[in-house]
């Protein structure tokens, strides 16, 4: 340690006591950093408490090479951190301190007793275990740059550090206390912020149709973002035709999960990891999703079906001879998109009406109004660029002896516990960095 960090207050501040915060400080102080941790919130961990429906989805049941192909191009950033603290890291170091965990059919890694409070506590346990000083109730205000360290001006006073480490998450669930304050201090020191939206989030809609089958779920469904095409081009002033160009829907992202009918529009882990696409987007209003609500049946299979279905049923009713694997509510509802009355007879379905439902069913679009926004996202979007972040490290290119972990940095991945084991991995290698 250098002489000059002696006459400091702190050598490391951590700011922000979430998932990156409390693995960064235990990590500073357990390498006999004078470690201080700072979180404005009355309760640290707020986030890891309300993930998971309350139970806090740990990580997934991947390696690290899953979880950096999980997150596309930007997962490369992560190797180093991956390296220091994997899946199979985290989940051996909550067992160690006595929570046991398990793995559900999608993947998921949870706490065998479904209690998030379980995974704050076994983090909190290995903080207190460490001289580090945890603070709450206290919000940070500002970051100077003083000599080779900062000067920190909080709500109640000021204090220096030699190191800091930003782990304040984005503005998802600002209920939690994520404002988006990292993103504030960034901007004032220098750095590029990628323009932060909300991912992970519900995705909402103005067409009455779907906010009718509210409550209803689809176990699996293959969702497509689509784009419209450009608007033609306007004739040119001499009054001649603009040249002919063929223009397509472009498809933006394409998942599959399980969706859910809300009273705003859908939602489901399916429509989560869709949701990026839309609020990333510069007019997200003009998007669709279009719905396979059989991903592994084919429009063809389904006519052929549906034909052999009609000329057996006699008298029956039309709704009869749809796929019993799909909610009746929503049978009536693609009927009535396909033009067809439900309590017709099914031996009336003609060539046409086949071919429409066959394509309600595969191909159904849903217009986009936007998203719930931040207050209902589980993660940020967007947020420190990570060109300007040293991935070894986790320390600012830009800044020396200031480090960035966890939401706050440019990283989302998919619904899963990927953004949480991303959280963990950061906030562990910053702490072992400083």
Known sequence: MADSDAALDWDVVVVGAGAAGLVAAERAAH???????????????????????????LTHATDSQGIV???????????????????????????????????????????ASDKATD???????????????????????????????????????????????VTTG??????????????????ELGHRLVPPRPALVPVTTNDAWVRDLQGVTIPDVALRVIEPPPEPAAPPANGNPP????????????????????????????????SRAVSGHPRPHSLSLECDFLPDVSEAAIDNTLHAAAGNAGKKQLIAILPETLPRR?????MNQ?????????????????????????????AISGTRGFAKAEVTAGGVELA???????????????????????????????????????????GESV
């Open 69 to 111: 192909a999980a997150y596309g191009p930007p997962g490369r950033f992560l190797h180093s951190a991956l390296a220091a603290l994997s899946p199979q890291d985290l989940v051996a170091l909550v067992e160690r301190e006595g929570v046991a965990t398990k793995i559900e059919s999608t993947g998921k890694i949870f706490p």
């Open 330 to 334: 929503l049978c009536e509802a693609l």
């Open 119 to 165: 995974i704050l506590a076994a983090f909190l346990t290995r903080l207190r275990r460490t001289s580090c000083q945890l603070v709450l109730g206290e919000a940070l205000v500002s970051i100077v740059q003083q000599g080779e360290g900062f000067c920190l001006t909080t709500s109640l006073r000021s204090l220096t550090a030699g190191r800091v480490i």
């Open 388 to 430: 300007e972040v040293d991935s070894r490290t986790l320390e600012s290119k830009l800044v020396p002896n200031l480090y960035w972990a966890g939401e706050v940095l440019d990283l989302d991945g998919p619904i899963g516990g990927y953004n949480f084991q991303a959280a963990f991995s950061t906030g562990w290698l910053a």
């Open 170 to 187: 984005g503005q998802s669930y600002p209920g939690c206390g994520t404002t988006g304050d990292g993103f504030r201090w960034a901007v």
């Open 31 to 57: 390498r006999g950093r004078r470690t201080l941790l700072l979180e404005k919130s009355r309760k640290p961990g707020v986030k890891i408490l309300m993930s998971g429906g309350t139970r806090c989805n």
């Open 243 to 274: 040249p002919a160009r063929a223009s397509k829907p472009k498809c933006l992202d394409v998942r599959r999960g399980s969706f859910l009918f809300a009273h705003f529009g859908m939602s489901g882990p399916v429509v989560l990891d869709c």
């Open 338 to 366: 396909a033009e067809l009355t439900p309590e017709s007879k099914a031996a009336e379905l003609s060539r046409a009406g086949r071919a429409r439902l066959a394509q309600a069913i595969k191909r159904t679009r849903i």
